[in-house]
């Protein structure tokens, strides 16, 4: 069984991530680009899967790790 205390942790960890993600975000340059590249990356910053936010942007994970850091999000 999870400890909760454990879990509470992961769950602010998360939080944090995310909260910085954001806060570093170029958000001017994520908003001007095309729906499908701009929804990826806000799904990137909100989760911080690489994968799958490269799966929804249609390339790779390099491509869009490369894309990730033209936005100025971290990698947390």
Known sequence: MINQDK?????EAFKEAREIRRKYADWNFIKSQPPK????????????????AAKLAGMSMDEFNELRIRAGIPSI
């Open 7 to 11: 879990l509470r942790e992961w769950i």
């Open 37 to 52: 590249i701009r929804i990826a990356l806000e799904y990137y910053i909100e989760v911080g899967d690489l994968y799958v």
